[in-house]
Nanobody
Framework: QVQLVESGGGLVQAGGSRRLSCAAS????????MGWFRQAPGKERDFVAA????????RYADFVKGRFTISRDNARNTVYLQMNSMKPEDTAVYYC?????????????????WGQGTQVTISS
């Protein structure tokens, strides 16, 4: 089992950057694929980015390609989401998630473990 805690959210001006972190506790962090999702008010939780166990495979939602980068540091049990060129429509609660199972890691149902979320608000 793994516990996840996100940090780094806050208020960002449009066009700006922000890096989110997700710290994992528990053993065998490198056995988990990691993902970031986001949920805006009144909307479903959407896939943002995912990263394989070693970081060799990454997947991104089309709306963040070229702007967001997911990475991990297995020595620090941490996964990151670097967000650049941010837009007002990026405003949401961002969630970190972990999965021990093989897959595409692009859907909510593939993840068994979730953080509490961190609010990111983009001002125009």
């Amino acid at each position: 089992q793994v516990q996840l805690v996100e940090s780094g959210g806050g208020l960002v001006q449009a066009g700006g950057s922000r890096r989110l972190s997700c710290a994992a506790s528990g053993r065998s962090f490198s056995n988990y694929a990691m993902g970031w999702f986001r949920q805006a008010p009144g909307k479903e939780r959407d896939f943002v980015a995912a990263l394989s166990y070693t970081g060799s495979i990454t997947r991104y939602a089309d709306f963040v390609k070229g702007r967001f980068t997911i990475s991990r540091d297995n020595a620090r049990n941490t996964v990151y989401l670097q967000m650049n060129s941010m837009k007002p429509e990026d405003t949401a609660v961002y969630y970190c998630a972990a999965s021990r199972d093989p897959g595409l890691w692009m859907s909510v149902s593939e993840y068994a473990y979730w953080g509490q979320g961190t609010q990111v608000t983009i001002s125009s």
